[in-house]
């Protein structure tokens, strides 16, 4: 079984969020993207959590996104 590393909050979560955030809207297709989230527990202040910042891209269509995003993403070194 893999370990899970749970770490006390840091207040650079929101900072490294919105630094990752601004790639992401300069790598996809504006019109794609219909919002762009941080989520989970390092979204939450004051929250222990896994240090993963977790982040979730609203798309007016999965199929486009299929089509349009995966290279821009994988430029951006995602899998």
Known sequence: MDEIEIVPYDSRWPALFAAEATRLRAALPAELILG???FG?????????????????????????????????EALDYL
């Open 36 to 38: 762009l989230e941080h």
């Open 41 to 73: 527990s390092t979204a939450v202040p004051g929250l222990a959590a896994k240090p993963i910042i977790d982040i979730l891209i609203a798309v007016r269509s999965l199929a486009e996104a299929q089509e349009r995003a995966i290279e821009p993403l």
